[in-house]
């Protein structure tokens, strides 16, 4: 299985980038990242947009299927629900686990927790689809 630095690689030039998500964890039952709040990631100011959440928790799910998906497939995400309990701290990392619900050969759902310095701020469940292998390549 590939480094934690190896998955980091995949995001260069793409979204998780921009966000700043760094992965601290990668495994088949857990992937674990950080990211830090930003002016440029907030609705008003000192408050984190919610879809820059949503989006980190979208970015640890689709890992979290990737690392579990058969060689060639591969995933979307059709469905995502968050619960937004708190705002993040600014000047202190945002942490986020996200663990599997179900693992199946059609679907998989994850959930994602993120805290910031030990405090919920939200609980995100999504569901990704696993798009079937191309055996045409």
């Not at 998780?16 to 907030?42: F, I, N, Q």
């Not at 008003?44 to 949503?54: E, K, S, W």
């Not at 689709?62 to 701290?89: C, D, H, R, V």
């Not at 663990?99 to 998989?108: A, D, E, Q, V």
Request: aromatic content about 6%.
């Amino acid at each position: 299985m590939p480094t934690v630095e190896q998955w980091q690689a995949t995001m260069k030039g793409l979204f998780a980038e921009v966000l700043g998500v760094r992965l601290t964890d990668v495994t088949k039952d857990r992937v674990a990242a950080e990211m830090d709040p930003r002016d440029d990631l907030c609705t008003l100011p000192g408050r984190i947009h919610g879809g820059a959440l949503m989006a980190f928790a979208d970015t640890l799910g689709a890992y979290a299927t990737a690392i579990n998906l058969p060689k060639g497939a591969g995933t979307t995400t059709i469905e995502s629900k968050t619960n937004f309990f708190g705002s993040p701290k600014f000047g202190a990392p945002i942490q986020a686990v996200s663990t599997p619900l179900h693992r199946g050969r059609s679907t998989m759902v994850w959930q994602t927790r993120i805290e910031s310095e030990g405090r919920l701020v939200a609980l995100v469940t999504q569901t990704q689809m696993v798009l079937a292998v191309n055996r045409n390549e």
